[in-house]
């Protein structure tokens, strides 16, 4: 009995030591303990003074710096949009002016043109005119003769010379006449010296009486060179 027990207990060890060296079995080492230091911690009281509400003059003080602080934080922003403002008025005023500028540039040429054309055409209206004023005046100068030559014919057909009339004699009379062609009024302007070649020159033109073919003469050239004749009498001939 006591054989089989020991061999029961000598196989258990064999067994164990087999185990231990097939897992790498390690004898255990020694644990190292370290006491740790404790802090020592106490309550302190903070004094009521440390949680004071603050003054009513520090209150006033920290208002009036934050309104200050806005304030100029305003006045900032203010002048900003002031100096934007100026720039943008100036910015308009240079664009306004610059089309005003431009608008009287425009304008000026437009002026310009249209005196240019103006003046073109009054030289053209004053070329014609002038060409129609040398056309009338030629036709005037040759209707005049032709007039003239009838008041010659007329006077010297009724004029009856004296015998005192001599060579260098010289008699000059201004007729007045009205557009019908009647004579109103002689007027002897110089005299011949003769009172006989005077009366003579005045009794021809007054039997004369009326110019007939001047009733068809135009009313202007009537008033600008008919409404009084002067006539130059002389023994030579009869010269108006």
Known sequence: MYYLVGGAVS???????????????????????????????????????????????????QIKSVQKRQDGEQQKRDAKERQNAEIRAKKVAAESELKSKKLAELRK??????????????DWESMLDLEAQELE????????????????????????RPPSARLGM???VRIILVPTGRIVG???ESSSGDAAFD?????????????????????RLFELRFRQVTVLFSPEDLRL
């Open 109 to 122: 040429k437009e002026r310009d043109a249209e005196e240019a054309q103006r003046k073109k055409i009054a």
């Open 186 to 188: 002689v007027v002897i």
């Open 11 to 61: 196989g258990l060890i064999h067994l164990l030591v087999m185990y231990l060296f097939l897992f790498n079995w390690q004898a255990p080492s020694k644990k190292i303990y370290y006491q740790p230091k404790y802090i020592k911690a106490e309550l302190v009281a903070l004094s009521p003074k440390s949680f004071a509400k603050p003054s009513k003059k520090h209150q006033s003080d």
């Open 170 to 172: 010289t008699v000059k």
């Open 137 to 160: 005046a030629r036709e005037d100068d040759e209707a005049t003769q032709s007039y003239y030559q009838i008041i010659r014919q007329r006077l010297s057909d009724n004029w009856s």
């Open 199 to 219: 009366r003579s020159v005045e009794q021809a033109i007054r039997k004369v009486d009326q110019f007939v073919e001047l009733q068809g003469m135009d009313g």
